[in-house]
Nanobody, 120 residues
């Protein structure tokens, strides 16, 4: 069993910053791709950023320059540094990860989400 737990969300004023964390735990052999997604009320879930096991990153075009994704494989943890936040960044942020389990199965897991609210 593997769990992903997000943390770091909250209420922030426009222009502020937040750092989200996604910690993976359980029967983990290794983690391949990891990603952040978000879902605003009434909208579909959308990709924010992804990072491969080799450290390659890719971002939603509109977020480049403000958001930075990173990972610490020693801690099985991924981060999302969000700067210059805007009200339109308000959403529930989810992490996911392609986990290779101890039984060598590759399974995608999702976290439960963390709320980010940006006030104007």
């Amino acid at each position: 069993q593997v769990q992903l737990v997000e943390s770091g969300g909250g209420l922030v004023q426009a222009g502020g910053s937040l750092r989200l964390s996604c910690a993976a735990s359980g029967s983990i052999r290794s983690i391949d791709n990891m990603g952040w997604y978000r879902q605003a009320p009434g909208k579909q879930r959308e990709l924010v950023a992804v990072i491969t096991s080799g450290g390659y990153t890719n971002y939603r075009d509109s977020l480049k320059g403000r958001f930075t994704i990173s990972r610490d494989d020693a801690k099985n943890t991924m981060y999302l540094q969000m700067n210059s936040l805007k009200p339109e960044d308000t959403a529930v942020y989810y992490c996911n990860a392609d986990v290779v389990t101890l039984s060598t199965m590759k399974i995608m897991y999702w976290g439960q989400g963390t709320q980010v609210t940006v006030s104007s």
